[in-house]
């Protein structure tokens, strides 16, 4: 069986939706690529597919401001990855592999099976790497578009501990490569995005007060992240 994730769009951002049940499909097709990021341990396996969201047509003329979309034609890959690891890092794995449903994403093979949709591999491969301890697969130095995919991800995954230490490092990088703006525009909603998942209080007091400041409309186009509206109208 294969629990299927409605998870937040990396490029939409919309807010974490509540965990539903997990439901039955029949055997996955082959992916195209393979990680296997644990060779003790390999109890998991997650599959990225690409979901109906990330083929629609609409979605460019929707959210022009929106973090970049990733590729309409992404191959399938699987990863191959540890319960432990994950159990350890990451609160929302913790929930799927332990919880009530956790016997339903077993296979015929006795190991976990998982979907995850539309986040991007390689962002979504940084995070596993961080989560497995694969320190040396993980970049020193990322862009503030794949720091704000990173954010959704540890927000949604709920594993911001386990890549504290790496966050560090590419805030310091990306304030040098793209400093906070000082007029409201798409980089300011990601720095506010990336101060409020990791708990910048003074990048995000001055994101949201340049917002509240400049905006034109009597909402703040938080493009759809998961930045809680009553956080912005405050």
Known sequence: MV???DATTIDEGSETEQEEPPSEHGPSEEPDYVYELSHMDAQVFITKRTSAKENSDEKSDQHQSDIEPTDDTEPTVEYQVSSKHLIMASGKFRSELTGPWAESTKGEDGLHHLTAEDWEPEVFTILLN?????NRQVPRSISLEKLAK?????DYYRCWEAVEMWTDIWIAEVKVQAPVPV???????????????FELDEEFEKTTAVALRQCQTPLINNMELPIPE?????
């Not at 961080?130 to 694969?134: A, F, K, N, V």
């Not at 007029?183 to 998942?197: E, F, K, P, Q, T």
């Not at 009553?230 to 405050?234: D, M, Y």
């Open 230 to 234: 009553a956080v912005i109208g405050e």
């Open 150 to 154: 990173l954010a959704v991800l540890v």
């Open 183 to 197: 007029s409201y525009g798409r980089n300011l909603i990601l720095w506010m995005l990336v101060a409020w998942v």
């Open 3 to 5: 629990i299927e994730h």
């Open 130 to 134: 961080i989560l497995h301890l694969q």
